[in-house]
């Protein structure tokens, strides 16, 4: 168990509204990663983080944004949910340098 | 650009082998292989750095060749337990820290 945590791990909403999803470690590891996963696609990278207020886009960031002000927790939000967001989404730490990466147990989200 | 995997799916009987490409176009810093079941979050299975490097994990094994930068996961004398999507997780030279994973190979052992 590497200590990752994500809340929630279900949520349905609608079209238009906010979404927050957050992943608490307690590992105190620098880096941290969003994904969302979709069929035919794997894992693909949203967001990251490689320490308090250091953020980056990754290849799918688009109508997200996330949020790191404290090292245990990293939040992905969706400012406007939209169907095509309808997605399981996965954070994952590492210590950095050439390290595995642990992954939470996924979020997954419905937006109707 | 996503690595790219291959084979789609592969199914297999007890006993036998299976081998599994990750190819990308970029010049990578490393490798990762990870497994995952149903349901469940992706799992580490092993990371490669140099290149020819070899790492194994039970009857598990990968290579790496830096060269042609493609990467095979080798499943000798599948079991059961074997039975999963396959990722491959990509670092490159000029984005370290950022990963790219393949579309995934699912693997399924049939006693």
């Known amino acids: 168990d590497a200590g990752i945590t994500q809340s929630p791990r279900h949520k349905v909403t609608e079209t238009g509204t906010p979404v927050t999803l957050r992943c608490h470690q307690t590992?105190?590891?620098?880096?941290m990663y969003w994904y969302r996963q979709d069929p035919g696609h794997g894992l693909r990278l949203i967001h990251y983080?490689?320490?308090?207020?250091?953020?980056d886009k990754g290849e799918v960031s688009d109508g997200y944004s996330v949020s790191r002000s404290k090292t245990e927790d990293f939040l992905l939000t969706l400012e406007s949910a939209t169907s095509s967001q309808t997605s399981v989404y996965f954070c994952?730490?590492?210590?950095?340098?050439?390290?595995?990466?642990?992954f939470g147990p996924g979020t997954r989200l419905t937006v109707t | 650009q996503q690595p790219v995997q291959s084979p789609q799916a592969v199914i297999l009987r007890e006993g036998e082998d299976a081998v599994i490409n990750c190819s990308s176009s970029?010049?990578?810093?490393?490798v990762h292989w990870y497994r995952q079941k149903h349901g469940e979050a992706p799992v580490f299975l092993m990371i490669?750095?140099?290149?020819?490097e070899q790492k194994g994990h039970d009857k598990i094994s990968a290579s790496f060749n830096e060269k042609k930068q493609q990467s095979s996961l080798y499943l000798t004398a599948s079991q059961l337990s074997y039975s999963g999507t396959y990722f491959c997780?990509?670092?490159?030279?000029?984005?370290?820290?950022?990963?790219?994973f393949g579309a995934g190979t699912q693997v399924v052992v049939t006693p």
């Open positions: 994952a730490i590492t210590p950095g340098g050439p390290s595995e990466q642990y």
């Open positions: 590992e105190n590891h620098r880096y």
């Open positions: 983080s490689y320490g308090v207020k250091d953020t």
């Open positions: 970029k010049a990578l810093y490393s």
């Open positions: 490669l750095l140099k290149g020819g």
């Open positions: 997780g990509t670092e490159s030279r000029d984005s370290w820290g950022k990963f790219q």
